[in-house]
């Protein structure tokens, strides 16, 4: 089959679904086509030293392999004002005219609701397409086109799918009512299995938080801890001033490949997911929550109103109780917590989630056996 993804991140950035999926189609024999991100709204000054910024560091540690059959393109449109779209559509025809093998494709699937991406989809004609929203628009600083292309999207595709609950409920209130399936974040799961020591309860004295290092992150918390244990970051800075905020007792380590973490989680007690309640995270379910929890160590969370699915398999705290739960671990990691976070871990692992995409595809399942 030949399958088109248009992403709202980059091959070479943070490793997410969009990534995994292809990598997953590739590895069945499919020929997958990746677009890059394309702009969502009008670039400021400091998104482009953001983007630079976060760009090279995760690039200098750990570049994203590119599989055989897997095809990366990048098009540069303007931001899609429905005023301009007239240029971009123009852009888009320039910058695939030598893509026409790709016309007819067998699905897409898009993560981007902007009128470049309908004029993508005019392009490639795709027997079946699916958009999977992953990111509360309502509450970014995108244009207004944009909510008014999302619209047009949840009308004409073939199927709707939402990362999170909060998500699910807000593509059925936009699309008036039609059915919203689930694409979860997934996981490794047999090689994050591998981090759980058995003891992590009984001294908690190391706390870890990995991915991106920006303003979502409530630095209060890991400050405050920083004071009593030893607290790690794992990742790169979203731009130089968020170093500002953070604690000189917080141990900074640069970005590592996915391969890699669960053997560097080995010696680390507890992991910690610690956000700050905003309107736009109301929509975020980190897609590391599902890393950490098949670590089967204890996880701590707060600012995060999708994660309460998860029940007693994460704690939730409020900033004002973090120590005291911590202090509370013994006793409250029990053997009932730890067989619901590998189940749950069982049922997150990225074959699952493959799986699932591809039912609402009516794709036979002998495929990936």
């Not at 449109?77 to 301009?84: A, D, E, G, Q």
């Not at 490639?124 to 509450?139: E, L, R, S, T």
């Not at 704690?315 to 973090?322: A, F, Q, R």
Request: proline share 4%.
């Amino acid at each position: 089959m030949k399958i088109v993804i248009i992403s709202n991140n980059d091959w070479d950035g943070l490793w997410y679904q969009r990534q995994q999926f292809a990598s997953m189609y590739a590895a069945l024999g499919h020929e997958v086509l990746f677009v890059n991100k394309t702009l969502q709204r009008l670039p400021r000054l400091n998104d482009l030293a953001e983007r630079f910024y976060r760009k090279a560091s995760i690039i200098a540690v750990s570049p994203n392999i590119i599989p055989s059959n897997v095809t990366v393109k990048t098009i540069y449109t303007l931001p899609p004002y429905k005023s301009v779209n007239f240029i971009n559509r123009w852009i888009v025809s320039w910058a695939f005219r030598q893509l026409s093998n790709w016309e007819d494709c067998d699905m897409l699937i898009t993560y981007v609701p902007t009128y470049v991406t309908l004029d993508l989809i005019r392009f490639f004609k795709p027997k079946k397409w699916a958009y999977i929203n992953v990111h509360n628009y309502d509450a970014d600083q995108v244009i207004s086109d944009l909510l008014k292309s999302e619209e047009v999207i949840c009308k004409k595709a073939n199927y709707l799918l939402a990362d999170s609950l909060y998500n699910k409920k807000r593509l059925e209130r936009i699309s008036k009512g039609r059915s919203v399936g689930f694409s979860e974040p997934g996981v490794e799961t047999a090689s994050f299995f591998q981090a759980y020591r058995g003891n992590e309860r009984d001294n908690v004295k190391t706390i870890c938080y990995f991915g991106g290092i920006g303003n979502h992150l409530n630095f209060n918390i890991y400050n405050k801890l920083a004071e009593s244990y030893k607290v790690i970051f794992i990742g790169s800075f979203s731009n130089a001033s968020v170093k500002l905020k953070v604690s000189d007792k917080i141990e900074i380590l640069p970005p590592i490949t996915n391969a890699e973490l669960p053997e560097f989680l080995k010696s680390i007690d507890m992991l910690g997911i610690f956000y700050n309640p905003t309107y736009y995270v109301n929509g975020v379910i980190p897609a590391k929550i599902y890393e950490c929890i098949a670590t089967l160590k204890p996880v701590l969370t707060s600012g995060l109103e999708n994660v309460s699915i998860l029940g007693d398999a994460i704690y939730h705290c409020k900033e004002e109780n973090v120590e005291l739960v911590i202090n509370n671990i013994a006793f409250t990691e029990t053997e009932e917590v730890l067989n619901l976070r590998g189940e749950i871990a069982k049922s997150a692992d990225w074959k699952n989630r493959f799986l699932m995409l591809n039912k609402y595809f009516d794709i036979d399942e002998k495929l990936y056996n």
